[in-house]
């Protein structure tokens, strides 16, 4: 049984920064797709960023949706089963509950393409 364990939401001011980190039990996280969703009040689920599985000689394609590039930064240490999200310039309207999910297999930004997920964190930003 796999696990996704999301850590590190919190109230933040406008123009700070947060990380997110998604740490799994049950399973090493090498061979997965990683991604990070988020859900606003009121508002459907939306694609953040994904990255691919990756080894020692490759880094793993990396997804951004275009409301965050430049902002968010994904990243993952298979040796450790984490992926974060360094999440700078936050605005209030990146406050969402924020998941992590998994896939063994595909590599997209739609949440049917993610088999696991956690139960998300909360990210506030305050103006």
């Known amino acids: 049984q796999v696990q996704l364990v999301e850590s590190g939401g919190g109230l933040v001011q406008a123009g700070g920064s947060l990380r997110l980190s998604c740490t799994t039990s049950g399973r090493t996280l090498s061979r997965w797709t990683m991604g990070w969703f988020r859900q606003a009040p009121g508002k459907e689920r939306e694609f953040v960023a994904a990255i691919q599985w990756s080894n020692s000689n490759t880094r793993g394609t990396i997804r951004y949706a275009d409301s965050v590039k430049g902002r968010f930064t994904i990243s993952r240490d298979n040796g450790k089963s984490r992926v974060d999200l360094q999440m700078n310039s936050l605005k209030p309207e990146d406050t969402a509950v924020y998941y992590c999910?998994?896939?063994?297999?595909?590599?997209?930004?739609?949440?049917?393409?993610?088999?696991?997920w956690g139960q998300g964190t909360q990210v506030t930003v305050s103006s």
């Open positions: 999910a998994g896939d063994l297999v595909r590599f997209g930004i739609s949440e049917s393409e993610y088999d696991y």
